[in-house]
C-alpha cells in the first residue's frame, strides 16, 4: 500500500499477516520502506492528492509525533529521514496487532524487521529494529530511533 502503512482496522493488511504468521508460519516479518517515497513526501508537504490524503493522514501523524526530529534537519533529507521513522512506526504498528501478539503468546518464532531500501544506490539497509517477542519492543525502539540521530 502507499507508505507501508499499517493500520489495525485495515482487514486486506491484517488477513495478509495473518495468513502468513498462521497458515505459512513465516519466521520474518519485513517491513521495508523506499527512500524517495512518494507517499511519505506528498505527506511531510501536505499535498493534496484526493482520497489518498485520508491514508497519508497516518504518515502525517508520524511527522507530528517526530516532528522536532525531522524539522530539525536540512529540507533536502527531511522526507528521507520521515521515510526512516515511518519504517519504524510501522513496525511497531506490526508488532501490536493481535496477529503478532498471539503468535508470540503461544511461543511461535517470529522476528518482525525494519529496512529501507535505498532507489538510487539499489542497498537494502537494515534500521536497527528487530522484535523477537514483546518483551524486545520498547528497547529495539528506542535503539533503533537513537541509532537514526547519530
Not at 504468521?21 to 521495508?32: A, P
Not at 522526507?79 to 511497531?92: F, G, K, M, S, T
Not at 517470529?110 to 528487530?130: E, N, P, Q
Request: hydrophobic share 45%.
Amino acid at each position: 500500500n502507499i507508505a507501508n502503512v499499517v493500520v489495525h482496522t485495515d482487514l486486506n493488511c491484517l488477513s495478509v499477516l495473518q495468513f502468513a504468521v498462521d497458515m505459512l508460519k513465516v519466521k520474518h516479518v519485513m517491513v521495508v520502506g523506499h527512500y524517495g517515497c512518494g507517499g511519505v513526501t506528498a505527506a511531510l508537504r501536505r499535498d493534496r492528492i484526493g482520497l489518498s490524503d485520508i491514508w497519508l493522514r497516518h504518515v502525517q501523524d508520524v511527522h507530528i509525533k517526530h516532528l522536532a526530529r525531522v524539522d530539525a534537519l536540512e529540507p533536502e533529507v527531511r522526507a528521507d529521514r520521515l521515510c526512516e521513522l515511518n519504517v519504524l512506526e510501522q513496525v511497531l504498528n506490526v508488532c501490536h496487532t493481535v496477529v503478532v501478539q498471539d503468535a508470540w503468546q503461544r511461543g511461535q518464532p517470529l522476528t518482525v524487521h525494519g529496512w529501507i531500501y535505498g532507489l538510487k544506490d539499489g542497498l537494502m539497509r537494515d534500521l536497527g529494529f528487530t522484535v523477537h517477542g514483546p518483551q524486545d519492543v520498547d528497547a529495539s525502539y528506542a535503539t533503533a530511533l537513537a541509532a537514526l540521530n547519530n
